[in-house]
């Protein structure tokens, strides 16, 4: 059973917005102290990934954990009402994320996914973002 009625459950959902989430302003934010300049949302490629550096071949998918279902994340749990419906969308989504996935590596792209819950740890996240580009931040 759901804790608030139908129509505030819509409100809530209708709010949830699919780009430019805090999450994204965050992993952007931190690619550009590091100096990277990127594309937002390129509808070209496979899945429309929310950052591209093209002159890297970078694709950086900035998931959320409930709705990309990240595994043995306590965020990524199913909700206990509506467990049919929700666990058919949910499924739905980590499908087509792994064939988009896929699509870019198989045309050359390098590929990440920075899920939600990493953004806890500005410095850990930091940290990955730089390895992810090494070479680059090692001439530079």
């Known amino acids: 059973m759901d804790i608030v009625d139908k129509d505030k ?10 780009t430019d ?11 550009h102290r ?15 990934p929310d950052i591209v550096m093209r002159k890297y ?7 959320g954990c ?8 306590i965020d990524g749990a199913l909700p206990k009402s509506n467990t049919a419906f929700w666990k058919g969308k949910l499924n739905g989504n980590v499908e087509r994320d792994l064939k988009n996935l896929a699509l870019l590596r198989n045309g050359g ?3 990440c996914v920075v899920w939600e819950c990493e953004l806890k740890d500005r410095g850990r996240l930091t940290q990955k973002l730089k390895d ?5 931040l090692s001439t530079s």
């Open 9 to 18: 459950r819509s409100l809530i959902m209708s709010r949830i917005r699919g």
């Open 66 to 73: 409930f709705w990309h279902q990240h595994k043995d994340c």
């Open 21 to 31: 989430t805090a999450p994204e302003k965050t992993v952007r934010s931190i690619l």
């Open 109 to 111: 792209w390098k590929v």
């Open 132 to 136: 992810l580009f090494r070479a680059k």
């Open 34 to 48: 590091l100096g990277f300049r990127y594309r937002l949302h390129v509808k070209d490629l496979p899945g429309k």
């Open 57 to 63: 071949t970078t694709a950086i998918f900035v998931h």
